[in-house]
C-alpha cells in the first residue's frame, strides 16, 4: 500500500485487516466487543516489559530530569514497541507512556511521557522498572493525550512530540478522579498505589473477558456508551496485550460504579459497528514523532492515533487507539463523545502566557 499524507484519501489500515466485532461479554456496567481479524503475520517487536526485564532496553531521566520527557536506550538487536499508557515505575517520578513508539535496535530515543505521581520529585532508582505485571493506564487517562493531539489536527506539522506536555494538567486530574471514587488518597497522588489497592478486585474482572479465537483488538462500551478501543497488527502480539489492556478499562469501569447506580445497559453489535465506522472515518493527519513508523492523528466524530510500519515492503498497523469525538454520534451523555469518564479541565492549544510558563516549568524539570 502506498503511504499518504492526505487524511481525506488514506485507507485505514483496520479496514485492510477487515476487523469485526465478536459476540460482547459483559459485567456490570462494562461490556466489551472483542475485534477480530484474519491471520496476520506477526509483528517482529519485542514488548517494553520484556525488554525492560533482558536488560536490553534502559530508560532513565533526561539530564538532571524533565517531567515530559525521558530518554530510553536500545541495546537490542530487536525494536522495542512501547505502546501509549504503559507504566513507568522509579527514578525521580513514575510516569506513563503517552504515545505508542516503536524504538529502533541499537537506538538512544527521547520519549514523550506524562506523569503519574505529582508528588514526588528525587530519586528512588536510576532507571526506571515495568511494572512486575503490566498494566495499561485507564482510557480516561490515556485520551487526555489524544484530547490534545485533537486540537493540533488541522495543523500536523504543529503536532509534535512536545505538544503532549499540555496534556500533564489533565492527567493530573483524571488520576485524582479515579483515586477519588476507588477510595484512595495517595499521599504523592501515584496511579501505582490505586492499582495496587485494586488488584484483586482488577483481576477478576479481567476474568470475566478471556481472548477469542483471531482477536486483534477490543472495544469497550460503558454503561452504554462507547468507552474506546484498541487494535493491534497482529493477533499473537495482541494476546500478550490483552489482559494489560483490560485493567486500564476495567479500573474505568470500576471507578464509575462505586458509589453511584450505573448498570449494564444493552449494546447492539449496530453500535459497536457504529463508532467502528465512526473510527475508520476519521480524519487523518499525519504527524511528526519519534522513532520507527508513520503516525497518524485521527480527529472528529472519533479522536485517537494510528501507528504503522513497513514491514518487508508493506505497511502494517502497529497500533491504533481511538475513542469518541465530541460529535460522536455513537455515544450520549456526558463529556466529550459522552463517554461518561471525567474529562478534566480543557485547555486551548493558544494558552496564556502564564499557563505556557507553568507548562515550561514542569518541561524543564521543577516538580509536578
Not at 160 to 179: K, M, N
Not at 186 to 207: F, K, L, P, V
Not at 252 to 278: P, W, Y
Amino acid at each position: 500500500m502506498t503511504q499518504s499524507d492526505n487524511a481525506s484519501s488514506r485507507v485505514p489500515l483496520t479496514r485492510l485487516l477487515g476487523v469485526e466485532p465478536g459476540e460482547p461479554l459483559r459485567h456490570e456496567n462494562l461490556a466489551v466487543f472483542p475485534l477480530i481479524a484474519g491471520r496476520q503475520p506477526d509483528l517482529p517487536y519485542l514488548l517494553l516489559a520484556d525488554a525492560l526485564e533482558l536488560g536490553v532496553l534502559s530508560i532513565g531521566e533526561l539530564g538532571s530530569g524533565s517531567v515530559p520527557s525521558l530518554v530510553a536506550t536500545n541495546k537490542g538487536a530487536l525494536d522495542v514497541l512501547v505502546l501509549d499508557g504503559e507504566q513507568l515505575i522509579g527514578a525521580k517520578q513514575n510516569r506513563i507512556t503517552n504515545r505508542t513508539i516503536i524504538l529502533a535496535s541499537n537506538s538512544e530515543t527521547v520519549i514523550p511521557v506524562s506523569c503519574m505521581e505529582q508528588g514526588r520529585w528525587h530519586h528512588v532508582s536510576e532507571e526506571f522498572r515495568a511494572r512486575p505485571k503490566p498494566r495499561h493506564a485507564p482510557p480516561g487517562v490515556r485520551r487526555k493525550a489524544r484530547e490534545v493531539e485533537s486540537m493540533y489536527a488541522a495543523m500536523p506539522a504543529a503536532a509534535g512530540v512536545d505538544v503532549l506536555h499540555a496534556a500533564q494538567s489533565r492527567v493530573w486530574h483524571e488520576i485524582a478522579e479515579v483515586g477519588k471514587a476507588m477510595g484512595v488518597d495517595s499521599r504523592t497522588g501515584a496511579m501505582d498505589e490505586i492499582y495496587d489497592r485494586h488488584t484483586g478486585s482488577i483481576d477478576e474482572w479481567i476474568e470475566r473477558f478471556p481472548a477469542a479465537d483471531g482477536q486483534v483488538g477490543l472495544l469497550a462500551f460503558l454503561s452504554g456508551r462507547p468507552l474506546g478501543l484498541d487494535v493491534v497488527g497482529d493477533q499473537s502480539l495482541y494476546a500478550r496485550l490483552h489482559e494489560r489492556f483490560l485493567g486500564g478499562y476495567c479500573m474505568d469501569a470500576l471507578a464509575r460504579r462505586r458509589g453511584r447506580k450505573s448498570g449494564q445497559r444493552e449494546v447492539s453489535a449496530t453500535a459497536a459497528r457504529r463508532f467502528l465506522s465512526e473510527v475508520g472515518s476519521a480524519a487523518r493527519g499525519k504527524a511528526p514523532t519519534v522513532g520507527k513508523g508513520t503516525y497518524h492523528l485521527l480527529s472528529g466524530q472519533a479522536i485517537g492515533a494510528e501507528l504503522s510500519d513497513v514491514i518487508e515492503h508493506t505497511e502494517r498497523l502497529v497500533h491504533l487507539s481511538a475513542f469518541p469525538g465530541e460529535r460522536s454520534t455513537a455515544a450520549t451523555g456526558h463529556g466529550p463523545g459522552g463517554s461518561g469518564v471525567s474529562t478534566g479541565p480543557v485547555t486551548s492549544p493558544i494558552a496564556s502566557p502564564s499557563r505556557r510558563r507553568g507548562w515550561a516549568r514542569n518541561r524543564d524539570g521543577d516538580e509536578g
